[in-house]
Each structure stands twice: as structure tokens, then as C-alpha cells.
């Protein structure tokens, strides 16, 4: 889940035990009712990766588009400068730093300002010790990288839908049902063509004016093996204006050199590629298990990590937490 405000949280649950986390990805709770299932739910699994025609339309659907060929572009340049990196810390007995060509050295720098302190020298156990946990650190990067680029490679392989909007959730079900509590939403995207649909808990585009994406994952079978990225209009105007002047990530970093400042990175967070990457470390049938998906964490105020000086924070204070953080790895990639 995205959001603008960094004072904003992510409130879902059943019933009177509603569990409040702030900044957590969307996972909903989901109960599917037995008058729903008109149809076997096997019949209508998709194994693509797949852009909804119905919602994703006209410009918008060829800025999705655009947008998924750059966030594989800029996968496919980062994940060697993360190895490069790798190598000079693995390079015994002390790593080759101090030998680095500029433009190592500039990826090194980068990296830190965005993932914390990453050599500490090899004088004591401790920092030794510090050098492994970096290392640790930076495979799982470069893991977390690898799985989003054999997705975008190989979409057929990949059950997640991208819709533009989430009109498909409903305040009723088909028997005019409310839901309870004012937090739950029918799910309807196969209620036309198989009358399949189920009740989630989850925030949505309308609940949330500040939210520009959020990605969840439905609990019953068989769409528990799906995962469901929700672009929200407000800001697919944006995106799709962006991409009609050309404005793509590739011509931001052709006009002007990169610079970890508050203005630039704030800037670069705002482009349509970025926002599918911080999604893509949540979705599970893109990162294959709950224990890889990236959180979306802040030390500060427990707020949601987005933003620059958010993600300078949980660099300056825990590397582990920066490492974990869905925004702080889309927007390291996306800066290149």
C-alpha cells in the first residue's frame, strides 16, 4: 500500500476485533459465503500476469503497460550493481572500497544513504560481525530484485491481476447484503461471468484519498493463490499525463543527475513504475512466501516508511527495518 501522508494507517479485521497496524500492506480477511458459489472456482483462475481491461483503459492501460516494461528495465540495471557491491564486500581479506572506480564508489554511497551503514571494517569481531549482517542484508535484496525481474520476464508464470480502481468492491453483495462494521467490501470481479464473489476486509482508493496503490492477497481457495494490485484513479490521472508528455523515468534520468535529496526523491517516488515496484514486493505469488514480502515500516511515529526523509530515517537508525522496507528498496531501483 502507498499513501502520500506519512501519518496515515492501515486499520483491517472481522467482526469487533479489529487490528489496527500502522502501515501495513493490505492483506485482507475474507469470508466467502456458500450462496455465492454458483460456479467451480478452478474454472476461473488466471495464471498471467494480467492487466484488466474493463478498468484499465485508453491511456491508462498503455501507462500500466509502460510502466511494467520500466519497472523491468530498471530491475534488470540494478540487480548488477547490487552484485557488484556484493563482490567488493565479499572481497577477503578486507573489501576492495577503497579501490573502487567513481562510479562504484557513487553506488556504494547510494546504497548506504538509502540502506544504512554497510562496512564497518574488520579491526573487532563486532564489526566483523556488522559485515556479515550487512551482506545478509544485501542478499536479500538482491532476492527480493531477482523474484520481480523473473515475474516480469516470465508473467505466464505469475497469478496477479492490476485493475485500475477498485470499483469492483461493493458496500453490498448481490442480495443487497451490507456489509458489517463499515469495513468490509464484496469482492465482485468474477460475479458477472462465474457469480463468484467473496466479502474482504480491506482500505480502499474511496476510504483512503491519500492512497495511490495498494496490493491484497483473498484467503479462500482457490484465490488464496492470486495476488491483486489496485492502481487508484486519483492518481492514474497523474501517471497517465506523465507518460503522455513523455515524462517517463528513463528521460528524468537523461536531463538530470541523481542526488539523494528530499526534492528528487520525492519526485522519482511519484513516477507510475516506482509505485508497481513497492507493490510488487507485497504481492506473494510474486515473491513466492509471506517471510519475503517487504513491509512498509517507519521507526518514527510507527507511520507508514514512504518518502524520503522517512526512508533516510530507517537508514540512519535500523538497516534491518531500511532492508525490509517496500518503499526504500522501489525507490533505491527506480533512482538508480
Known sequence: MRKHSLLNVACYGLAIALSCLPGAWSAPYNTTRDGFEKSPRSSVMKRAITVDPNTCVGTWR???DSAVREALDMVNYAIPRFQTLLNNLNSNPVPSIIGMNNEQRTVFQTYEAFFGQTYFGTDTQANR???AAAIVRLNKLISTAQRIQAALQNPGSVNLEIYCGDSFLWDTDPTGTISGFGVMEFDSRRWNSHQIG??????????NPGMSAYAYHPLSPPFFEESVIVLCLDYM???AARYSAGNTVAAYHDALPLVTNTYQMDYLWGYLPATLLHELTHARTVMKSDAEILGDQCLRNNAPAYQWQCIRQ???ENADFAAANADTFSLFVTGK
Open 237 to 239: 490521472v497523474g501517471w
Open 198 to 207: 467473496e466479502w474482504v476486509a480491506l482500505q480502499t482508493c474511496t476510504k
Open 129 to 131: 560481525d556488522k559485515n
Open 62 to 64: 498503455t501507462s500500466v
Open 314 to 316: 530507517l537508514a540512519q
